[in-house]
Structure formats: C-alpha cells, structure tokens
C-alpha cells in the first residue's frame, strides 16, 4: 500500500499507536490527514445533554441548530470477508486495511480516528452495509446519521436494527430496546377469550342477513356489526414492520386449532367446525392441537353478508348461465356441493405509483402517476390466488375494526406469509394492475409517429412503486369442492360478500 505523503510502498500496521504508518517518511495514515493533528483527541464525540427543564417532546438541538443523533447499540465489529462482490482484489485489499483500522481505532476509545478512517473506506465502495451502520453510530448529527441509515437500507432493505433506529430518529417508534420478533407465545399469554353469551352463558351464532351475532339459545342480541368502528388506519411498510415486531397487538385465538396435516392449513376453532375434512384440500388427516405460536390481531374484518344457502344458490346459477349450461352437458352430473364458509387473511395495500410510458415507433414518452387503493394479499398459501382475483372485489369500506365475536360460527385461516414477503411479492400484481389503469389514457392520446403518421408504434409501460401502505384484514369466503358422480372435483370459491362465484379447473380422481 503506498504511502499518501511520499508515495511509496512501505506503509506498515504500528502496533504501537494503532494505526498504519510509513517506515520511510513516518506518516501516520488517517491521523497525520486530520485538519489538526496536533490537537489532543477527545475520548467520545458525545452530544450535549438537554437541560433538565427542557421539555421531552422538544427535540435537542446543538448550538449550530443541528439535531443531535439517537444512541443505538451497533454489533461490535465487522465482517471483513462480506466485502462487495464488485471490488477487485486490490480494492478489496484497500478496503480491508482500511476497516481493520477502524476497528482498532475503535478498540481505543479514538472515535474521531475511527470516523474518518471509517469514511475513507466507504469512498472504496459505498455498498458495505456494515460500514454504514458504524458510521451511523458515529454520527455527528441527526441527519448524517439517517443518511447513513438509509444507505444501510438501500443495501439491505430488511435490516431490522436500521429500520428500528431511522424509526426511533423519526420520532414514529417509542425510545425502547431493539425488537426481537417473538414467535413462540409468553406464558399466560393464550388465556383463550371466552365467547358466550352475557346473558345465560350459550353459545354465539353469527346471522348474515342481519350482521348480526346473536345467543343461539335465548336469542340475546350481542353485537350489530353495523354498529361497530371503522377506523381508516394505514401505515407505512417501515412503522408496520417495526410496531408489529415491537408493539404488535397479539391475536387471541384461544387454546386450541385446527391443522391439516396434508396442507398445512391452520384455522381457528368455532361452534361450526368439522374436524373430519380439511376445507382447503379435502384431506381427511385433520387434527385438534394446542396453539403453541404467537400471531397478531387484523386491523380490519368484513362481516359475512352471504349465507350457505344463498352461495349454494349462487353457485347453482353460475352453472347454468351462459356457455357454462353447454359445459356441463359434456360433463359428469354433480353429486353434491361441499362448501364451509372461512374468514381468510388479506394484506391489503394502498399504494402510490409511477408507469414510465413510450412508444416503440414515436419520440413520445413520459410518466404517469397512478393511486392503487385495497390491493389485497392472500397471506397464506391456499385457496389458489388466481381463482382468489376471479371473486374480487371486496368492498373494504364495509369493513369494521376487528371483534373476535365476529368469528363465533365462521373460523379464520391463520396467516403463514408475513408482511416483509407480502410486501415483496405483491409488486408484481401492483405493477400489472398500474399499467393496466393506465394504459387506456395512454391510447387516448396516442402521438405521431416518427414519420409523422398515425402509427406511433407499441405502447410500453413499466410501473415503480414510489409509496407503500397497509392493512391486515379478514375477508368472507365461501370455500367448497363440486363432487362429481365419478369422484371428480372441481374447486369453487365465492365471495361471502357480494355472491360472486368462480370455479377453478376440474380434478381427477385416480
């Protein structure tokens, strides 16, 4: 490694003072380039702290105007062989020579040495992830620490101690410890809540035609689902993360579930549950078992407003109306509908979007904003998504804060995709869906071409989400299989809210 002074090849680690420095000259790297290097060095670069009468909710501010930065514990050194794959061996080993001083200065107490040899690493390359984290906890100010914060989240979007912090500079998350994401429960914390009627102790029945959940014995009326709040909350990917790892509201399914074995589908137990068939893969290997993980609550549920009786009748006239009457001529007769009525688990994101537009045979091009509201997002594996968008939409607005009465005859499938993965595999429908809204404004006002004749060529479009926003809610469907003579089946799906069928492709029977 040469030497910045007299430029040859003899720089050296000193044991002694900690740093790397020149046999020939005796430059001492990092600290002979320090505007005043003989100035003694303080120990820590703290912030003064705010008086005692200031008021806490006032932010303190240094005498240049500046907010000081948030304390953060960072993980003690660094790892050396994740260095960006792009670096070429000789950059790599720059850069190593170059960390490996920041750690010793570090070591020592010498923040400032460390600050600048840490800085001097990042101009090698700027995607070390690491790197921005230390000097995030070496900040001068608020904000060289969130820009350091953010170019920790531009490498690793899911950095949970970066999200943490930048939430925690942001004001949006109380001033608590790191979260650590639990997933098995505390103890007594699956007291189960007890659904039963005020009145005479019997059990809770849900009417649909009413909304309604009523005492199925002395006919108690318990709740109006119109009656119940709407609250419109949204948030942010970053505080969504973040809260519902640190302050997340634990969902109270009670003791026990029901699981199939074959599937993995998990469901909530109700008055009306059938342990013998999985509603989801007809699998008869369904078992009771105790709960044993922790989950959060939804923000949001949409009461059923179709009966069993009214989904049958809707699938009946799906199966007779139009081509389908044809179909069916050429097909076994149905023996019976097997159908259970669920609460299934939504990601449901509104979002702020940008299609980039141009024409493959015109000069013309530009971008379009476009606002997607109630995108949701099965947040489990099965019923299939596609046959899933063939009953859409749901009305959102119908929807009520969560009241776990509302589940006292139809079960819910607890969610396995959570909202980190939903958030990822969600963009790929938002972008459809964007470019899609936009497209017919686009053709409206179609330009010339570039020999200034009608034919501007192909529309091409590509969608960016700019801003991301959700809830977790429960919507109504009807689940149910049409069991043929021969022991065919055909999924079918309809939305407990509006009626609407779909049926998914016929399935043979060995």
Request: hydrophobic share 35%; glycine share 6%; aromatic share 6%.
């Amino acid at each position: 490694m040469n030497c910045p002074r007299c430029h040859q090849d003899r720089l050296v680690f000193d044991w002694a003072i900690g740093t790397m420095r020149c046999e020939s000259c005796g430059h001492r790297l990092y600290e002979d380039d320090a505007p005043s290097p003989a100035a003694p060095e303080p120990l820590a670069a703290l912030p003064p702290a705010p008086p005692a009468q200031a008021d806490p909710a006032t932010p303190t501010v240094f005498s240049s105007g500046k907010r000081p930065p948030i304390a953060f514990d960072v993980p003690v050194g660094m790892d050396l062989d994740a260095l960006p794959e792009q670096l070429n061996d000789f950059e790599k080993v720059r850069m190593r020579g170059r960390l490996e001083t920041v750690m010793y200065a570090l070591a020592q107490g010498r923040r400032q040495a460390a600050y600048r040899a840490l800085k001097a690493a990042l101009e090698i390359s700027p995607d070390y992830a690491d790197g921005w984290l230390q000097l995030a906890a070496l900040a001068e100010d608020a904000e060289e620490q969130r820009a350091c914060l953010e170019h920790v989240l531009a490498s690793q979007p899911g950095h949970t101690l970066a999200m943490h912090t930048l939430a925690r500079l942001d004001g949006s998350l109380a001033e608590t410890a790191a979260p650590s994401g639990p997933s098995q429960p505390e103890p007594g914390q699956l007291a189960a809540q007890t659904l039963k009627c005020p009145q005479c102790g019997g059990q809770l029945t849900y009417l649909e035609h009413n909304k309604e959940v009523v005492c199925h014995h002395c006919g108690y009326r318990v709740l109006d689902a119109d009656d119940l709040a709407r609250t419109d909350r949204h948030e942010t990917l970053l505080q969504g993360n973040l809260k519902r790892k640190q302050e997340a509201v634990a969902w109270n399914i009670g003791t026990r579930w029901l699981r199939c074995d074959s599937c993995g589908a998990i469901t909530t137990l109700s008055r009306q549950t059938l342990t013998s068939t999985c509603r989801f893969c007809q699998s008869r290997h369904v078992l009771q078992e105790n709960v044993n993980l922790r989950f959060e609550q939804p923000d949001l549920i949409v009461p059923f407003s179709v009966s069993g009786d009214q989904a049958g009748a809707a699938i009946s006239e799906h199966l007779t109306s139009g081509m389908r009457r044809l179909t069916r001529l050429f097909a076994d007769a149905v023996d019976r509908i097997s159908l259970e009525g669920v609460y299934l688990p939504f990601w449901v994101f509104d979002a702020d979007m940008v299609v980039t537009w141009s024409w493959t045979s015109a000069p013309a091009h530009g971008k379009h904003p476009v606002l997607l509201s109630d995108v949701p997002y099965l947040a489990a594996p099965a019923p299939s998504r596609e046959l899933l968008e063939k009953i859409e939409p749901f009305d959102l607005r119908r929807g009520v804060d969560y009241d776990p009465r509302l589940l006292a005859t139809y079960p819910a499938l607890l969610y396995s995709v959570d909202l980190p993965q939903a958030s990822i595999d969600v963009r790929t429908r938002l972008t459809r869906q964007a470019c899609r809204q936009a497209e017919p404004g686009l053709r409206i006002n179609k330009p010339r071409g570039y020999n200034n004749d009608d034919d501007p060529g192909r529309l091409q479009t590509h969608a960016a989400t700019q801003f991301l926003t959700y809830r977790f809610a429960l919507l109504p469907v009807w689940i149910g299989f049409l069991l043929e003579e021969d022991g065919d089946r055909q999924p079918v799906l309809v939305n407990g809210q509006t009626g609407k069928v779909a049926l998914g492709s016929r399935e043979k029977t060995s």
